[in-house]
């Protein structure tokens, strides 16, 4: 009875004994997620451009307006003509959101959203539909817009100017056949 109750006070003393004890194990955090895609589209509203260039590789020569594209993150240029004369030209940034955090015991962090821009090549200018907003301007002011509308944030530069003020020398991705 005695080597008993000494087992059973050894087990109970070790128990208690292990039991204030605190393990502390460091979670590894796990890989961050990945970037969420970019998609880039030209369209219009009212008149369609008689002309649109840019230098951003993943859109194709004579792209189908009013759809988007797969692109890569990055500063591009562009030029649109509104008829042989007038035309638009500036800057547009595509950007990619960034994936979550990893999580605690190597689990991956979510994906980061899709961006989406699609550049409306209206004759008065840009504008962002989701925006709620139209930016008009004179011959030769420039237009910065930069903002986030929703998941996407919008950086584009842009100034309206004749051939006679800035010959181009840019052969279009795509050119109206109307005219």
Same mark, same amino acid.
């Given at each position: 009875m005695k080597s008993l109750f000494k087992s059973l006070s050894v087990a109970l003393s070790v128990s208690v004994l292990l039991s204030s004890c605190v393990f502390v194990i460091d979670p590894?955090?796990?890989? @961050?997620g990945r970037p969420g895609d970019a998609f880039f589209g030209v369209d219009y509203d009212y008149a369609m451009p *008689?002309? *649109?260039w840019d230098n951003n590789a993943n859109i194709p020569n004579n792209p189908v307006l009013g759809s988007f594209y797969p692109t890569n993150a990055g500063v591009f240029e562009f030029e649109y003509f509104i008829n042989p004369y007038e035309y638009w030209y500036g800057t547009y940034r595509i950007f990619r959101n960034a994936g979550g955090l990893g999580g605690t015991n190597g689990a991956q962090g979510?994906?980061? !959203?899709d961006t989406? !821009?699609?550049?409306?090549c209206n004759p008065d200018g840009f504008y962002e539909e989701r925006g709620n907003y139209k930016v008009n301007a004179e011959m030769g002011?420039?237009?910065v817009i930069e903002e986030m509308v929703g998941n996407n944030r919008i950086r584009i530069e842009m100034t309206k100017t004749t051939t @006679?003020?800035?010959?181009t020398t840019n052969e279009p991705? *795509?050119?109206?056949?109307q005219f």
């Open positions: 590894v955090p796990g890989p @961050d *008689y002309s *649109y979510a994906p980061g !959203l989406y !821009l699609m550049l409306i002011e420039t237009i @006679d003020i800035r010959p991705k *795509y050119l109206n056949a």
